[in-house]
């Protein structure tokens, strides 16, 4: 009896991927069909050609790709992201200028910035003092004075609207391992905050406190304690059920648990002391800003490995999504933001209320946790949506498109697997696996901040120009 | 054509279960089959008998045992424990003696103690002044003049040796539904410690600091705080990867970050502040005696449903494992403790080195925590041994053996199902499935310590020793 005979006289059973036709078609004379909805990569006429042309490089060893892509790997995984100082941005941050406000992802102008990046525009105007109220600072805004420029320009990344003014305390992260810094602003919390757009008389305020209180006790703690490590609390976070973008409850708690002690040690009024361990143990996101900090310094000491397709950068103005990539500079390969498909939203809001996808936080992505690490958090699914056996599925996925695993970052239910790691810009064009961000979602208008929290796919495109533009400068 | 035409015109694919002489006399002739390793309980006369009789008692309704467990099972999953304050164990601890040591598991005899209870012991009469060396202090012991007592006789729980003494600071958990109280100790943290054994001037130090220091500062902040929830406190930890037993991490942070702004505020010396920060820091199982007090309050509440065979007490004392019954009022059944056969020792340290099973904290299982929610903590093989795989292979087997779920206690990785709780005597024996427990190893010499954690079965022979008495009393 052969294999084929044997086949049809058992019972049909077929899983049937793609085209949807033949399953209807066969569940109409009664098998019963499993249906993989998926499709081929739909490679245009341009996309085909960079990936003939990428082979012909790959042929022709006028670079190494490979071996490009291992070394920018190995320094990605290698960093050893610390925690040292804090200072205001305009004495830290290299470039920064008295009349410049940072803003997240790629370059942005006043005219196209989305709404909560307008707010939060508006709202450091306020808290800079340079408008008295909310309709001078948006004639200032408009005015050409103030100088726009992404965090990413200046070693720095900033959560949401990223805006980033030059009173604000920053943290500095230094890698141990390749010398570069990274900057980051402290994290105000959930709901009313400035980095979703909101600029009210409570949110500036809370900035002010931030500044005046809040910054000089950090700032002594950790002084005191000479430096904080970071790619070991986040080592220890992902072991707790974070992922390091939008669950930091462990890695919060971690920090908090080494900065207790020190405050306590440095700061004599028991009030302050008090207040401010309430505001982190009162802010389970206290960490996130850190945590992209940590991927920044991470990725920054990958960028301008000649050959390399792995991407370094993924941020959101709101408005455009854009990468970076190190075999290609400085250059940003953009396409438009789009809102989560998948969220839950706060009580009173729906997805007519989002913006679309905005923000540095996926920095985290980039550097291979957040999104790509969901598997290690489970129970994020009741912030973000979704089910905990589809966010094993999407760190799974993940390692399809990526360069290597990061053994320092592991997921405990994957048997203590690597995290996926190093986005690699020719497989997700070649596999048409986007990768995929786990987000907050802030209100589409300017001054009301958080509506909720979804799942989002980068957008095809960015990748596909980025490989344009990698064949096109390596051919 | 018929199903049966149909099974064996297609290919024969086998499942093999139990005897493995099948499965080998079809591998023989070439088939493919899945053995699994499984054996019917094997009930000698008198368990058979009490199946039997049990099933009569159904039958006759003479008393509703279904009814009887969901009562008990509401019991335990509807307690509130709160830890509401600290105190002198003589103080606080109803029947506490001046000349008494409480002590882990069942009762047991000077004589018949264990090395790591003797040590416990020893070290118990050195901190209480009663003897100056420890040749006065085993003297002492012998003498009869100290009473011993296990804790579970006085609303009271103690990891390991489990040996609290009239000085000792204590908590008091009280559960606000049912108005019932818990007492634990304070704990030490992790090796040379007195409840492993160790009876050292270091370990006799640490006692008396923790006396003079360390609780009066957690007294005045537990104050403050007017309480603190330990049911909220367990559920979230759940979702951070612990499980409550030999994964208190999570459930330390969040204590920590509760009971810091307190602590500042209540006691006026940093030094004391950082030092009472830094060793409840440094230690990730200060949690862990809580979490016990949580199980008793919880279970205790749960104590004499009529007709009940939810188990209300597992503990071991390091030479019996014993248990009690709810609708058994204050028996104990026991059988001898084993070595855990799968463990992860210490460098060092190997299997000879190791006590049986000893320790209250198995009442973390029989609440329905501990190595029943061993899933939601894959990261504790890593401690105990075992993979991530098997750990969730553990929780899901406990659901065959217990009352409900508790929804409060989750499994994020099971789709956030509830932990499974209110192990029932009947269906333990009558399924052959022992209740499973995660645990730390003590040296079998007193002295010494903490040797390592593993994984450990309890005894049948406690289950049928308790059916048997059940039917005996509702027959």
């Not at 602003?185 to 600029?199: D, F, H, Q, S, T």
């Amino acid at each position: 009896m052969s294999k084929v005979n044997e086949l049809f006289k058992s019972e049909l059973k077929v899983i049937n991927i793609g085209l949807t036709a033949f399953a209807d078609s066969l569940r109409a004379t009664g098998y019963k069909v499993v249906h993989v909805d998926w499709s081929p990569p739909a490679f245009g006429e341009d996309v085909r050609e960079a990936l003939d042309k990428f082979n012909e490089i790959v042929i022709s060893k006028k670079v190494d790709i490979e071996k490009a892509n291992e070394e920018a790997f190995k320094r990605l995984v290698s960093a050893r992201p610390k925690l040292v100082r804090m200072g205001k941005a305009l004495d830290l941050i290299p470039g920064m200028k008295s009349n410049m406000l940072l803003h997240a992802g790629p370059p942005v102008t006043w005219d196209r910035m989305c709404g909560p990046m307008k707010g939060a525009v508006l709202g450091a105007i306020l808290y800079e003092g340079w408008a008295e109220n909310l309709e001078d600072a948006e004639k200032l805004a408009q005015s050409g004075k103030i100088e726009f420029s992404p965090c990413h320009h200046h070693q720095a990344v900033g959560p949401m609207a990223g805006v980033v003014s030059p009173s604000m305390p920053v943290f500095e992260i230094v890698n141990e391992t390749y010398g570069n810094k990274a900057y980051t602003n402290m994290n105000e919390g959930l709901g009313k905050v400035l980095r979703m757009g909101a600029y009210s008389k409570e949110v500036i305020e809370r900035l002010k406190w931030m500044e005046s209180v809040l910054y000089p006790t950090l700032s002594r703690a950790i002084e005191y304690l000479g430096g904080i490590d970071l790619k070991n609390i986040l080592a220890q976070a992902l072991h707790m059920g974070d992922e390091g973008h939008n669950r930091n409850r462990a890695a919060t708690s971690i920090l908090f648990r080494q900065l207790a002690p020190a405050i306590v040690k440095t700061t004599s009024d028991t009030d302050v002391v008090e207040r401010v361990l309430k505001f982190i143990d009162g802010n389970d996101h206290f960490f996130l800003n850190l945590s992209m900090a940590t991927a920044k310094a991470s990725l920054d000491a990958a960028r301008n490995i000649e050959g390399s397709t792995m991407v370094v950068v993924m941020a959101r103005n709101g408005t455009d999504f854009g990468i970076q990539v190190s075999g290609l500079g400085d250059e940003w390969f953009t396409a438009p933001a789009e809102v989560p498909p998948n969220a839950l939203y706060f009580p009173g809001f729906t997805k007519e209320d989002a913006n679309p996808d905005i923000g540095d936080s996926s920095i985290t992505e980039t550097a291979g946790w957040g999104g790509f690490a969901i598997a290690a958090a489970p129970a994020i699914v009741q912030f973000t949506g979704g089910t905990p056996q589809e966010a094993i599925n999407k760190t799974k996925m993940m390692y399809e498109i990526t360069i290597g695993e990061n053994t320092t970052y592991q997921v405990p239910y994957l048997n203590f697997r690597g995290t996926p790691t190093g986005i690699d810009v020719k497989a997700v064009v070649e596999k048409g696996i986007p990768p995929f961000i786990d987000t907050g979602i802030a209100h589409k208008m300017p001054g009301i901040g958080q509506v909720g929290a979804g799942l989002v796919d980068a957008p095809m495109e960015v990748f596909k120009k980025a490989l344009i533009a990698f064949v096109k400068k390596y051919s």
